[in-house]
């Protein structure tokens, strides 16, 4: 285990339905990302959060709306999806903005 | 605009043929380089950290290099447990994000 958690791991979602992605790290970092991982596509940055607060906003369409409490927890709030928006969302973590990412195991996100 | 290519997309090898996989990068103030290692249903497992031309990191059978334009992982003798994806990414100073490529996908064959 790498240390981030990431719940669930699998998902199926209508496209009016409204569910959240949770990712917990357990490694006293300070920086936490959501990235989207499409097949033949590169990883792509969404959002970034350093010490709680929102750094990052790559140009994400308003149907996700991400969620950072606290420096352990990160959520992704999705509703109103549409099918081209299933792939592997990774969570992962750093002890800064500018240091080594440490990944969670994903959730694979299916919408019909 | 940073960017990130690796190449093969795919590679098959034989049990104990060694090769390399290569990663060009174009990057305004280069932060670092990392390299990951992905299996299948899970997240990308970090490997190796680079900041500097001419440094080189070792793990067991793989051994990471850097240039000012490209990085190799080369893969000695490497086992049928190496099957993976391997990606590379860039962090430079002006954006302070991480850029992937796409990754190389590698199967070796027992």
């Known amino acids: 285990e790498t240390g981030v958690t990431q719940t669930p791991r699998h998902l199926v979602m209508g496209m009016t339905n409204k569910k959240s992605l949770k990712c917990e790290q357990h490694l006293g970092h300070n920086a936490m990302y959501w990235y989207k991982q499409s097949a033949k596509k590169p990883l792509e940055l969404m959002f970034v959060y350093n010490f709680k607060e929102q750094t990052e906003n790559n140009s994400v369409p308003s149907r996700f709306s991400p969620e950072c409490p606290n420096s352990s927890h990160l959520f992704l709030h999705l509703h109103t999806l549409q099918p081209e928006d299933s792939a592997l969302y990774l969570c992962a973590s750093s002890q800064d903005a500018k240091n080594i990412q440490y990944f969670g195991a994903g959730t694979r996100l299916s919408v019909l | 605009e940073d960017q990130v290519t690796q190449s093969p997309e795919a590679l098959r090898l034989q049990e104990g043929e060694s090769s390399s996989l290569n990663c060009s990068y174009t990057?305004?103030?280069?932060?670092?380089l990392f390299w990951y290692r992905q299996d299948p249903g899970k997240g990308p497992e970090f490997l190796f950290t680079?900041?500097?031309a001419g440094e080189e990191k070792e793990k067991e059978r793989l051994k990471a290099t850097l240039t000012k334009k490209e990085s190799f992982l080369h893969i000695t003798a490497p086992k049928p447990e190496d099957s993976a994806t391997y990606l590379c990414a860039v962090l430079g100073e002006n954006t302070g994000k991480l850029i992937f490529g796409q990754g190389t996908t590698l199967q070796v064959k027992p």
């Open positions: 680079l900041y500097s």
């Open positions: 990057v305004s103030g280069l932060r670092g």
